[in-house]
Nanobody, 123 residues
Framework: QVQLAESGGGQVQAGGSLRLSCVAS????????VAWFRQGPGTDREFVAV????????YYADSVKGRFTISRDNAKNTFYLEMNSLKPEDTAVYYC????????????????WGQGTRVTVSS
């Protein structure tokens, strides 16, 4: 049973940066594709970014493209979401998720989720 634990959330002013981390309990983690989703106040959970298990393919939501970067360090069982040029509309609880094999942008394809970390961006 994989367990995920996020960290790195917090409050930042618009234009600032944060780096979220997600540590996975399972070894090896290298066969898992991992993704970030977020849920803002009164909204549905939405896709943010995903990196496949090879590390070769990365996909981003249009709203974060060019500002956010997803990466992974299999040796540390950890993956990251580097968030730059943050906007108030990025305010949300951010969740990491993982699945064995192919990467998807749909939340329903992921069975393993972290508990979430809150990001608040003030204007």
């Amino acid at each position: 049973q994989v367990q995920l634990a996020e960290s790195g959330g917090g409050q930042v002013q618009a234009g600032g940066s944060l780096r979220l981390s997600c540590v996975a309990s399972v070894r090896p983690f290298s066969r898992h594709s991992v993704a970030w989703f977020r849920q803002g106040p009164g909204t549905d959970r939405e896709f943010v970014a995903v990196i496949d298990w090879t590390g070769d393919r990365r996909y981003y939501a249009d709203s974060v493209k060019g500002r956010f970067t997803i990466s992974r360090d299999n040796a540390k069982n950890t993956f990251y979401l580097e968030m730059n040029s943050l906007k108030p509309e990025d305010t949300a609880v951010y969740y990491c998720a993982s699945r064995q094999g192919e990467a998807f942008t749909y939340a329903a394809r992921y069975r393993t989720w972290g508990q979430g970390t809150r990001v608040t961006v003030s204007s």
